[in-house]
């Protein structure tokens, strides 16, 4: 279908996607996620073929994952990264990496070994923190825990393939990635300790107004830092996090009103536009074909989805709360063992190095997929037993 065409189709399953949670959320909470990326698969070329593969939506893509992240960013908690939480976060993620990269040397020999341990080791932080905010469980203990796990279960396996599955050597990407990280903390320093009244007066005069320096404000940073990680060859999406990091610090004295009023227009252009295109055309991209030339594989899917819930989520319950119930420490797992972005990034770069077969990455995929549909419907569900 032409780019026109998927213009128009792409906007309608953003607003169908919606309603359509709306709409089962009296039965089930199923996130809006769920459906943009289930028709996102239906509308795709290997089915209903209502939109294709293009550079622009590909683009736009980009940009809602890039602002998914700034997002994420803006809304981690630190001192959870610190403390008990995030140690243990750190523990887990060690634990299934180590566990993860075993498995795929049974399976895969090779290069394909560390795909398949990177892939059995991520968390879709990005995912989950819709559901989190959807839910009113960010803040709580319940969503710190998942936050933590989220974050270290998506950058880990960034710096990772940053390191091993990079253009450079594992030497020379390590240092590359140690530049990058100093000047991340130097940013991140510079706006805890300065005050920055002028900026907030700015950001308070240009709220109403067509300036909307806040907003332009958000997407220099963003621009700014992800341009950096790119010249250092180093993955854009830690320069997004660390963006939003820098973003929270510079408008933590600001007015509560007005961080709420800034808050809701990034919600808009980040959850109302861009990664809803992310989402949808994650399921547009999402190699059917591959599948339905080997239905065996199928088969195959459900137990990639049981590997990850076993191998990233049973150590994702190290993180939770203390005192947490078993329900809560099931629903930390669960929403831990919750995959698909790194997964889409890992197998892209296994079938260019022919380290795993299309089909292969199409199976991984579609386990990702599935994480995403079924493990937060069956936290929640969990949970609110």
């Not at 991520?122 to 998942?146: E, K």
């Not at 180093?234 to 997004?240: E, I, K, N, P, W």
């Not at 629903?331 to 380290?355: K, Y």
């Amino acid at each position: 279908m032409s780019d026109p065409a998927s213009l128009l189709v792409v906007p309608l399953l953003m607003i169908a996607a919606a309603l359509a949670s709306r709409a089962t959320a009296r039965w089930v909470a199923v996130p809006v996620v769920v459906f943009e990326l289930v028709l996102g698969v239906v509308a795709g070329p290997d089915a209903l073929g209502w939109v294709d593969r293009t550079p622009f939506l590909a683009q736009l893509s980009q940009f809602g994952v890039l602002l998914l992240f700034f997002v994420a960013g803006s809304e981690i908690d630190a001192a959870s990264l610190r403390g008990r939480t995030g140690r243990r976060a750190w523990l887990g993620w060690a634990i299934s990496i180590c566990v993860g990269v075993g498995v795929g040397f049974v399976a895969e020999p090779g290069f394909g070994a560390l795909i398949i341990g990177i892939c059995l080791a991520s968390t879709a932080l990005g995912t989950l923190l819709p559901i989190l905010r959807d839910a009113g469980d960010l803040g709580t203990p319940f969503g710190s825990a998942v936050g933590a796990v989220g974050t270290v279960g998506e950058f880990g396996p960034i710096i990772a393939i940053s390191v091993f599955l990079g253009t450079r050597s594992p030497g020379m990407s390590t240092v590359v990635l140690v530049v990058f990280a100093v000047i991340a903390l130097a940013a991140i320093l510079h706006a805890q300790r300065r005050p920055h009244h002028r900026l907030h007066r700015i950001v308070e005069s240009t709220l109403h107004t067509s300036g909307q320096f806040a907003v332009r404000c958000v997407l220099g940073v963003l621009a700014v830092l992800v341009f950096l990680a790119l010249q250092l060859g180093v993955d854009m999406l830690l320069g997004a996090f660390t963006a939003g990091i820098v973003w929270r610090l510079l408008m933590r004295d600001a007015d509560e009103s007005t961080r709420r009023s800034v808050e809701a227009k990034v919600d808009a252009l980040a959850f109302g536009f861009l990664v809803p295109v992310f989402f949808v055309y994650t399921g547009v991209k999402f190699d059917l074909r591959a599948l339905l030339d080997a239905p065996l594989a199928f088969t195959v899917i459900p137990m990639i989805a049981v590997a990850l819930l076993l191998i990233r989520g049973v150590p994702s319950m190290l993180a939770a709360p203390d005192g947490a119930s078993r329900r809560e420490r099931a629903a930390v797992g669960l929403m831990g063992a919750t995959a698909l972005p790194i997964i889409v990034v890992a197998t892209d770069i296994g079938v260019e190095h022919h380290a795993i077969t299309s089909t292969e990455a199409a199976v991984f995929v579609g386990a990702g997929v599935l994480s995403v549909l079924v493990f937060p419907i069956v936290a929640t569900a969990v949970r609110n037993r």
